[in-house]
């Protein structure tokens, strides 16, 4: 019962460093969705997938790409990191009108 | 710009005791879904409403959708300890697919206590 896998669960940076958070689902939807997790603002949409091939940005899309690989995997890129990156990071994937279903996410501090 | 303004942000009660959870917005929303988040997990769906006035009913937990689609409570009966988690409200917007770009609430908190 994989369902969402995202790698890795634990990371830390320094600025500067760029990085690609991985993640992968098994169960063919074809919506993907990255988001961020900061205390008391909820889960912030970065960029999604509508379908394979396509990317489009979210509400904060800034220092962030995307790219859907193929169906199954839909992968986070920083560039040049910053401390103000320093989250929790969630994908999420979903057929069209269906429920989201999430990873359980990758916590990344950036010194 | 918090489009979703969820309270209370915090929630400490005793076993036993009843709850409201409140998600308001001034946008209308085509449906409204509703997560509970353990630590070091990922968000779970509970329910959605998708109909203006809409009362879904979850074992303890039930769910209502305002008239104008614009908010949505949760209100739990005799809470208890495995309740305790961060619960998010979530909307997709008026003319989208109901299960594409959500907008979250802060979440809250719900700690109870045995």
């Known amino acids: 019962n994989a369902g969402v896998t995202q790698t890795p669960k634990f990371q830390v940076l320094k600025t500067g460093q760029s990085m690609t958070l991985q993640c992968a689902q098994d169960?063919?939807?074809?919506?993907m969705y990255w988001y961020r997790q900061d205390p008391g603002m909820g889960l912030r949409l970065i960029y999604y997938?509508?379908?394979?091939?396509?990317?489009d940005k979210g509400e904060v899309p800034n220092g962030y790409n995307v790219s859907r690989l193929n169906k199954r995997e839909f992968s986070l890129r920083l560039e040049s990191a910053a401390p103000s990156q320093t989250s929790v990071y969630f994908c999420?994937?979903?057929?069209?009108?269906?429920?989201?279903?999430f990873g359980d996410g990758t916590r990344l501090s950036i010194l | 710009t918090q489009l979703l303004e969820q309270s209370p942000q915090f929630l400490s009660i005793q076993e036993g005791e009843n709850l409201t959870v409140y998600c308001n917005s001034s946008?209308?929303?085509?449906?409204l879904q509703w997560y509970r988040q353990e630590p070091g997990e990922g968000p779970v769906l509970l329910v959605t409403?998708?109909?203006?006035?809409e009362v879904k009913k979850l074992k303890r937990l039930t769910f209502q959708f305002g008239d104008a689609r614009k908010d949505s409570s949760l209100h739990i009966t005799a809470a208890q300890p495995g309740d305790t988690g961060l619960y998010l409200c979530?909307?997709?917007?008026?003319?989208?697919?109901?299960?594409?770009?959500?907008?979250f609430g802060q979440g809250t908190i719900l700690t109870v206590h045995p």
């Open positions: 999420a994937s979903s057929d069209p009108n269906q429920p989201q279903h």
């Open positions: 979530a909307g997709a917007r008026a003319g989208g697919t109901s299960y594409g770009k959500l907008t």
């Open positions: 946008s209308v929303f085509s449906s």
């Open positions: 997938s509508a379908s394979e091939g396509t990317t």
């Open positions: 169960m063919n939807h074809n919506s």
């Open positions: 409403v998708v109909t203006g006035g």
